[in-house]
């Protein structure tokens, strides 16, 4: 598999995460979102996805985009080891997880909102980072609340084992601890951060580890 992305993308950062949990041997095609304007929306990166972000994943003949199409993908076709749990319910909760920092926090807070901020709106860096820590920390809130009604403690956001949810999280705390976001108020996020941490397929994902960081 050939994965496309950018050492610094919350989403790639996902499906790298997801990636090494399965034990798939990828390897990484840089695609620079800053670089002479953005490698991703030049017309050859158009033909791989039209909405020209990253990342996407070469899977064989097919190429799928959207990382949280691209890791329920992994999902069934490597089901083991699971991302998702058995029982219908908590899998729609670990779902439900996930898409509160990929559906309603990071697509408020990514490169190309800020820029725009920056660019159409002149808004500067000072309000850009308050723009950020607003919304962050308004899901690390919300997310922390939901670690709290657990029913049994966990070393992740549900059980023993990463899961979606942790696959999703741990992007957006690195975020956070770039853009300087106050994460004292939660600590069951950063305890969970810790663990996964621990890991190689946490560690081995780490933007500082990619051979395209700068």
């Known amino acids: 598999m050939i994965l496309h992305g950018y050492w610094r993308s919350s989403a790639a950062y996902r499906v790298r995460i997801a990636l090494n949990l399965k034990g798939v041997d990828w390897t990484h095609r840089e695609v620079s979102l800053v670089r002479d304007g953005g490698e991703h929306r030049e017309p050859s990166f158009a033909q791989l996805n039209p909405q020209m972000l990253v990342p996407v994943l070469e899977s064989g003949s097919s190429v799928l985009t959207q990382s949280m199409a691209i890791i329920e ?44 901020l920056a660019g159409e709106f002149k808004i500067d860096s000072r309000r850009r980072s ?23 403690h966990s070393d992740f956001c549900h059980g023993d084992n990463p899961t979606l949810a942790d696959v999703c999280l741990v992007p957006q705390i690195y975020n956070a601890r770039r853009f300087e976001v106050d994460l004292a108020p939660f600590p069951l996020i950063r305890q969970v951060e810790a663990n996964c941490l621990r890991l190689s397929a946490f560690i081995d994902a780490q933007p500082e580890n990619q051979p395209d960081a700068k």
């Open 73 to 116: 993908y992994l999902e069934e076709v490597l089901p083991d080891p699971p991302l998702l749990p058995d029982d219908v319910t908590e899998r729609a909760q670990v779902r439900a997880l996930a898409m509160s920092v990929a559906c309603d926090v990071h697509p408020l807070n990514n490169l190309r909102v800020l820029q725009y």
């Open 130 to 152: 308050r723009w950020y820590a607003h919304w962050v920390t308004e899901g690390m809130r919300a997310f922390e609340a939901s670690l709290a009604r657990r029913p049994h």
